[in-house]
């Protein structure tokens, strides 16, 4: 039997904000990251609308990129002292990701987050409050999925929590959110949301309610990324509406062992993060090359080429034919093809923030938290801890994967 979840309501298109007045109750949380959303005027604007919906508002704010697990105790903390029976979440990913993650620790105190990080361990939420995500970036697709992600800076690792209840109640993809991203900020989270499109298609709980989705997904993120990255505004809101089909389509399908390997390598090393949507970028094409040794996989690499009008006659020569085009995205976007050339900000360089020596006394470990990643057993090849290491140095390095 599968499992198909999404949004009870999903409202997009220019000014659909403005259902934030719609929504019934009494109290509701508005969660944000750090600052973007006040300085663009939409702050005010959610305010007005909740407080138009008869709601008082209690503001929850500078939600750190890649959120810890301090920030969402605190948030939640602060949740359980005003008692709101809406969550409002609104901002990148990052904002999103705590709010959910708050939310289990609002409803239930006594839960630790260790006890969460299993998948679909949550207890039943909803108790005390709902969920309304509106984000302002076009990757994450947060607002429609069962995931969130935490780190744990202590341990230096990313946690991607995964359970349907934690899928929101209200989604509002308001393309005028999107606007104000940056070229880079355009970049990253464009191909973080072609890879969860991608990862989607292949994964090995793929169905007909989820290949529609992630297809389309991936054939307006290929025609629109570059045009958006340009500044074109019409291509952004494409974009916005590409990222959440590509995040209907992961949360039900599940991912693969790019993320496995981006939640692992993210917060591991002292000269910085590694930024996911970068990072997705930078190892999906390895990953392509690695799981294309499974004929089911690479057949379906080479539906993925043939839909977005790639030349190739046999399916090796259609993937081969992808990966090159992928390649050449990340070249257009200014996105570095391997770890070695990783530079501040995840823009090209010549020497990388993360250190080679680092990398390499930490292979081990950080292969063996990859291959348990929650992602890894969705992907259509599952690798041994051996293969892993071989893998994440084919990212580090910028190697042909041939094993």
Same mark, same amino acid.
């Given at each position: 039997m599968g499992r198909f979840t999404l949004p009870r309501d999903l409202y997009h298109g220019k000014g659909s904000l #403005?259902?934030?007045?719609?929504l019934k109750g009494k109290k509701a949380v508005l969660v944000l990251g750090g600052g973007s959303?006040?300085?663009?005027?939409?702050? %005010?604007?959610?305010? $007005?609308?909740?407080?138009?919906?008869?709601?008082?508002v209690r503001l929850i704010e500078?939600?750190?990129?890649? =959120?810890?697990?301090?920030?969402?105790?605190?948030?939640?903390?602060?949740?359980?002292?005003?008692?709101?029976?809406?969550?409002?979440?609104?901002?990148?990913?990052?904002?999103i990701d705590a709010a959910k993650a708050m939310w289990v620790f609002y409803e239930y105190p006594e839960t630790t987050f260790e006890s969460i990080i299993q998948p679909f361990s949550f207890p039943e939420l909803r108790t005390k409050a709902k969920f309304c995500a509106i984000p302002s970036t076009s990757g994450t697709a947060t607002e429609v999925t069962a995931f969130s992600v935490i780190t744990?800076?202590?341990?230096?690792?990313?946690? =991607?929590?995964?359970?349907?209840?934690?899928? =929101?109640?209200?989604?509002?993809?308001?393309?005028? *959110?999107?606007?104000?991203?940056?070229?880079? *900020? !355009?970049?990253? !989270? $464009?191909?973080?949301?072609? !890879?969860?499109?991608?990862?989607?298609?292949?994964?090995?709980?793929?169905?007909?309610?989820?290949?529609?989705?992630?297809?389309?997904?991936?054939? *307006?993120?290929?025609?629109?990324?570059?045009?958006?990255?340009?500044g074109d505004m019409q291509a952004r809101e494409i974009m916005h509406d590409a990222q959440c089909l590509a995040g209907?389509?992961?949360?039900?399908?599940?991912?693969?062992?790019?993320?496995?390997?981006?939640?692992?390598t993210g917060a591991a090393y002292t000269g910085g993060h590694i930024i996911h949507g970068c990072a997705n970028a930078m190892y999906l094409p390895k990953v392509i090359q690695y799981n294309a040794k499974?004929?089911?996989?690479?057949?379906?690499?080479? #539906?993925?080429?043939?839909?977005?009008?790639?030349?190739?006659?046999?399916?090796?020569?259609?993937?081969?034919?992808?990966?090159? #085009?992928?390649?050449?995205?990340?070249?257009?976007? %200014?996105?570095?093809?391997?770890?070695?050339?990783?530079?501040? $900000?995840?823009?090209?360089?010549?020497?990388?923030?993360?250190? #080679?020596?680092e990398f390499n006394n930490k292979l081990s470990k950080v292969a063996e938290l990859a291959v348990g990643d929650a992602c890894t057993g969705s992907n259509p090849r599952q690798p041994s801890p051996a293969e892993m290491e071989r893998l994440l140095k084919a990212v580090y390095y910028d190697e042909e994967v041939n094993f």
């Open positions: #403005e259902q934030l007045k719609n959303m006040k300085r663009f005027g939409f702050v %005010d604007k959610a305010l $007005g609308y909740l407080k138009e919906a008869g709601m008082e500078k939600v750190e990129s890649d =959120p810890s697990v301090e920030t969402v105790m605190a948030g939640a903390a602060v949740m359980r002292e005003f008692g709101p029976d809406w969550i409002v979440a609104m901002g990148g990913g990052s904002p744990d800076y202590e341990k230096g690792i990313k946690y =991607p929590l995964a359970d349907f209840n934690i899928t =929101p109640d209200v989604a509002i993809v308001d393309p005028e *959110l999107a606007e104000t991203m940056p070229p880079k *900020l !355009t970049a990253h !989270t $464009g191909m973080d949301a072609m !890879t969860h499109a991608v990862e989607a298609y292949v994964s090995t709980l793929h169905c007909n309610y989820t290949d529609p989705l992630a297809l389309w997904a991936i054939k *307006l993120i290929h025609n629109n990324l570059k045009k958006s990255y340009d209907m389509a992961f949360s039900n399908a599940l991912l693969g062992i790019v993320h496995s390997m981006a939640h692992k499974v004929p089911e996989a690479a057949e379906r690499y080479a #539906e993925i080429a043939r839909f977005i009008g790639l030349a190739g006659n046999t399916t090796d020569e259609l993937v081969k034919a992808l990966v090159a #085009e992928l390649r050449r995205m990340n070249d257009s976007l %200014d996105i570095p093809q391997s770890i070695k050339n990783y530079g501040a $900000g995840g823009v090209k360089a010549e020497t990388s923030i993360i250190d #080679e020596k």
